[in-house]
């Protein structure tokens, strides 16, 4: 069975980073685009990055310059690297990828959400 198995949140005071990891569990062919969310109680669930099979990312306005989503095709894993961070960055992060199983079909899944609490 295969699951989007999110780490890396926590609490972090204003300036500092963090490195949310997501990793595919299971068996699988491949991770074709994969994207970060975030979600504050009461709002809509936001898109903050996204990254695609072939490398190509795409950042909200909010995090440009700030956050760099990557990832490892060999581990299966997906990343998203957090640098300066802000308080109004405090939200959960979703990761939410779109993965090629090996009956070569692509299912949408998501993660179970990791919490970034930034202080000022």
């Known amino acids: 069975q295969v699951q989007l198995v999110e780490s890396g949140g926590g609490l972090v005071q204003a300036g500092g980073s963090l490195r949310l990891s997501c990793v595919a569990s299971?068996?699988?062919?491949?991770?074709?685009?994969a994207r970060w969310y975030r979600q504050v109680p009461g709002k809509q669930r936001e898109l903050v990055a996204s990254?695609?099979?072939?490398?190509?990312?795409n950042y909200a306005d909010s995090v440009k310059g700030r956050f760099t989503i990557s990832r490892d095709n060999a581990k299966n894993t997906v990343y998203l690297q957090m640098n300066s961070l802000r308080p109004e960055d405090t939200a959960v992060y979703y990761c939410?990828?779109?993965?090629?199983?090996?009956?070569?079909?692509?299912?949408?899944?998501w993660g179970q959400g990791t919490q970034v609490t930034v202080s000022s």
């Open positions: 939410n990828a779109i993965i090629r199983q090996l009956n070569l079909r692509d299912y949408d899944y």
């Open positions: 299971g068996i699988i062919f491949s991770i074709n685009t």
């Open positions: 990254i695609t099979s072939g490398g190509s990312t």
